[in-house]
């Protein structure tokens, strides 16, 4: 089959799956916990495959993810809000999603871009954990304005007025505080994880994603040869925010979701929860985190739903003073641990669950036949005998072609 027809046909299919699940959703999972917990896991590997670009192919620590799916979270709930209020208000639509959706995930990214711009043009000049405290004061500082913000006070100025419009540690819940209409979908969400996917496979395994692990491996040699660090890292960073920017829009209108964007939902816990989707499932492997962000997020649910338990009901009535939140976070720390010790790289490495095909091998054209002098039998006799090269009889001499076989390159 043509790799075009193919093409066509492979996108045909996703789109297919997509709007099946559209409608066939709450058929699939009738409990809505469930349903939010499958779509927030889809929210979850795109954030974890944008926070990838940057700390898994360009080997840059980045502790602040957070900042930037909470600026995608804010600005896609703020847009998709006042569109729906342009649409007449009432339940969100598909069919008017396809006007809404765009517009708050264009604008999430780009305003996520260009915060990542701004942070990553004087930061990404830095290493190690002098990057990773830099982004993680941005997330906080990000965090703590929207926090302790007021709201409603007559004295303030007008960023203030704009900051308090978001309902400051209360949260934003959309422009007459009714909820943030939620128009992402299963069709939104899922469509989202595939285009994803698609752009990091593609940013992987392109020119720019072999300058990036150039780059994680060896700065100063991947300079040598034309690579410019500091264009090469802050472009990177642009993309993850950007995707994180996109991530937070879905987050904000997801269906079954909390209709109320606040600022604790974005603190370091969601930055170190994203980290651990990409090393666990492994730094610069596109589907480990894919699979490290379905793991992690159904991990933490599991160890949840555990707490549940009769036997465990009654060991917290035995001992009250037993939290049991704390040992659940101790008991996802056990795993982790676990998990590190016996796969250091990650659960894939730097590989993938499908493998890229490679290029084809070719033949080189055999070299052309050479004639190589041929001794005869009375010669061959006497050198068998041992006698010196001035008492072997005279023969006639011979040529016989020798065709040497060409070798195979990848």
Known sequence: ?????????????????????????????????WRQLAL?????????LSLNVINGMAGQFSIGHAGFVGIGAYTGAIVAGNLHQLLGGGDPA??????????????????????????GLPSLRLRGDYLAIVTLGFAEIFRLTLATATTGAADQGTVGKLLGAL?????????????VPQYAGPFWIFGAVVLATIVAWRLKFSGWGRALRALREDEIASAAVGVD?????????VISAAGGGIAGA???????????VQPDQFTFNYSFDAITMVILGGSGSVTGSIVGGVLVTFTVKLIEQLQGLDSVLALKAAYPALDLNALRMVLYASILIGLMIMRPEGLFGERELFGRRGPRAKRSPAAP??????????????????????ERPPGTAVER?????????E
Request: glycine share 10%.
């Open 167 to 179: 309902g400051g540690p209360i949260g934003y819940a959309g422009p007459d505080d009714t909820g």
């Open 250 to 260: 879905l987050l904000a209108s997801m269906r079954d979701g909390n209709p109320t």
């Open 401 to 409: 072609e020798v065709k040497p076989t060409g070798r195979e390159f």
């Open 369 to 390: 036949a050479e004639p190589v002098p041929a001794t005869t039998g009375a010669e061959a006799a006497a050198e068998r005998a041992g006698a010196p090269p001035e």
């Open 40 to 48: 927030f896991a889809m929210v979850n590997v795109i954030a974890a």
């Open 94 to 119: 598909f069919g008017d999603s396809f006007l809404v959706m765009p517009a708050a995930l264009l604008a999430s990214g780009l305003v996520a871009a260009l915060f990542g711009l701004v942070v």
């Open 229 to 237: 660090p500091t264009r090469y890292k802050v472009t990177s960073f």
């Open 1 to 33: 089959m043509p790799r075009p027809l193919k093409r066509v046909l492979t996108a045909l299919v996703l789109l297919g799956v997509v709007v099946a699940l559209e409608f066939g959703f709450e058929t699939l999972l009738p409990d809505a916990a």
